[in-house]
């Protein structure tokens, strides 16, 4: 090995960058080659000194601004109103435009949402105990939603309230996946017959709409899609199991 | 930028898994770019965010250099939004020893200062390279994806980059502390 040959070669030899035979014609050559040995004693001994520099972690604030940032991408983030801004234009352009939607006022749906989400106050009747939140609606609403609590499926019930939609009291139940809430509005469907989940995706929110039991289901939350089908299965398998 | 899609939840919890432990090394990348720790932490914040944002680009493989191009691209947008690279050797010459280890002589203290104010002083184009190479301790492969460049370059930066540093060096820390040969 000529030295022009083994000079390159040093770099490679202290970064391990150069295979086993590689490095034994290198080591062989370094003999006979003192001003590379040199070369390589230099790049060995910087190395070390670079090595030994103290790391210095993110700091705490650093990761507290971007656990802010990753945490609410469905929420904080953005204002309330830009949130419903995008949201409202999502659902307008492909939700539910279709002939499930009843004429019910997207708009109110979207609020629904906010107003769990953002809000101290998410749910009138707080509890996971459908026992307590299926009667709170009698009396409130003229009509009876299916409620139960999804903790087995891996959405417990976190409570109930009302809103109104398209002028017209309506149930939402409001469950919990980890750190997400699903908010889930039911209405008394005008149409007869199942119709199965269409899960859409829009700005960062699954939305969900479907018919079963002759109620109409409308689902916001920030989960998963795939979460989100999981969902809307567990629900209907509830109320499957109820009839 | 705008048109990529807002990640939903899941892609958060992939991208926490995947990348939100690079973090320390995306600081301390930033850190040797920007030479600045405020600087740094803003380079790094915007660079985890556009992490996130084209995360459903990351096709596996390793996060580490993958980051750190994203924060070496955010660097150079920055300083290109705001004129010439900014100086603030200052930071790196001024900060005392922190070193915990209490058999740590004053004289190992001076000779880690030092050594930060050397690699602190080569130009950006040495600076990366040794940073990568030295301190993230990537193989040339990822270096040269984090620099996009081919690996012959790298090999011949890299060299450039140790002569470099070993002049600096050789001006800053008497013979004996350093260990370097005269060449």
Redesign the interface.
């Known amino acids: 090995m000529d030295c022009p040959t083994c000079e390159a070669m040093v770099d490679a030899y202290v970064d391990g960058e150069l295979s086993a035979s590689e490095s034994v014609a290198f080591e062989r050559a370094l003999d006979t080659c003192p001003d590379c040995a040199k070369r390589l004693e230099t790049a060995r001994a910087m190395s070390r000194l670079l090595r030994e520099l103290p790391a210095e972690p993110a700091p705490d604030l650093l990761r507290a601004r971007i656990e802010r940032e990753l945490r609410p991408v469905a929420e904080a983030r953005w204002r309330p109103w830009a949130l419903a801004a995008s949201l409202i234009a999502a659902v307008s352009v492909g939700w539910l435009g279709g002939t499930l939607t009843g004429g019910r006022n997207t708009d109110d749906l979207v609020a629904t949402y906010l107003r769990v989400t953002m809000s101290e106050h998410a749910v009138d009747v707080a509890s996971s105990d459908r026992h307590t939140v299926k009667p709170w609606f009698a009396g409130r609403i003229d009509y009876a939603p299916p409620v139960h609590d999804l903790t087995a499926s891996g959405f417990p019930l976190n409570g109930g309230r009302i809103d109104i939609v398209d002028g017209r009291k309506v149930a939402v139940l409001v469950y919990q996946r980890n750190q997400h809430k699903v908010v889930l509005s039911i209405w008394p469907s005008a149409s007869s017959g199942n119709a199965p989940a269409l899960v859409t995706q829009r700005d960062g929110f699954a939305l969900a709409r479907w018919r079963h039991a002759g109620f109409e289901l409308r689902a916001v939350s920030d989960l998963a899609p795939s979460d989100m089908a999981s969902f809307a299965t567990a629900v209907d398998r509830a109320v499957d199991a109820e009839r | 930028m705008s048109d990529a899609p807002?990640?939903?939840?899941?892609?958060?919890?992939r991208?926490?898994l995947a990348v939100?432990p690079h973090?320390?090394s995306?600081?301390?990348f930033a850190?040797w770019l920007a030479r600045d720790?405020v600087l740094a932490?803003d380079v790094?914040?915007e660079a985890?965010?556009r992490a996130?944002r084209y995360f459903h680009a990351f096709r596996g493989g390793e996060a580490r250099p993958w980051l750190l191009g994203i924060v070496r691209n955010t660097w150079i947008d920055m300083t290109a939004r705001n004129g010439a690279e900014r100086l603030s050797l200052d930071a790196i010459e001024d900060r005392p020893s922190?070193?915990p280890d209490p058999e740590q002589s004053a004289l190992?203290g001076d000779?880690?200062r030092h050594?930060?104010a050397a690699?602190a002083a080569l130009p950006l184009e040495a600076r990366e390279i040794?940073v990568l190479?030295?301190?993230e301790d990537l193989?040339?492969k990822h270096i040269a994806s984090v620099l996009d460049l081919p690996i012959g370059t790298v090999?011949s930066r890299?060299?450039r980059a140790?002569e470099r540093?070993?002049a600096e060096?050789r001006g800053r820390l008497g013979r004996r502390d350093?260990?370097?040969?005269d060449?």
């Open positions: 807002k990640p939903d939840a899941g892609t958060v919890e991208f926490r939100l973090l320390d995306a600081y301390g850190r720790p932490q790094a914040q985890m965010l996130l922190d070193s190992a000779r880690r050594v930060a690699l040794l190479r030295e301190i193989s040339y090999m890299l060299a140790r540093l070993a060096l350093h260990g370097l040969p060449l």
